[in-house]
């Protein structure tokens, strides 16, 4: 939550409504922007006591009130992988060349779901062994 963004949006009087309702500009949790606006001193003390006590004991420490729907996601993993594809590069290829399992590439991902198709113009030919990688490490 940048520091510009939050001053310029802040409320004048503010609520824990208000604070739910604000959330949704930066994706965060309420308790999260409640925080970051005592840390710009744009709520005092004593009222980001009483709004997390209010927070609290409306929806408790686990529960968010208006959950954001839609995690972020990345827009440059989905153009990799479909270039990877394009060249005949699976995920399981992807894991092999990283050492790692796929189950690793998966949990990077964020359990995004990579699909791919057999095939492609540089696919090796089922009985050919090439340990060379495709993949290149850039420093």
Known sequence: ???????????????????????????????????????LNLVSDWHYRSLMIELSKKWGRKKEPSPIKQRETSKLLPMIFRALREEGT?????????????SD??????????????GGKNRLSPGKNNTKSHLKRIK
């Not at 699976?90 to 092999?96: I, L, N, P, Q, T």
């Not at 990077?108 to 057999?118: E, P």
């Open 1 to 39: 939550m940048p520091r510009g963004s939050v001053i310029s949006k802040a409320p004048r009087f503010s609520s824990l409504d208000i604070f739910i309702e604000l959330k949704s500009n930066w994706r965060v949790a309420t308790s999260a922007l409640i925080r970051r606006m005592n840390d």
């Open 90 to 102: 699976s995920k399981e290829d992807v894991a092999r060349d990283l050492s790692l399992f796929t």
């Open 105 to 118: 590439i998966d949990s990077i991902l964020f359990n995004i779901t990579l699909i791919g198709v057999d």
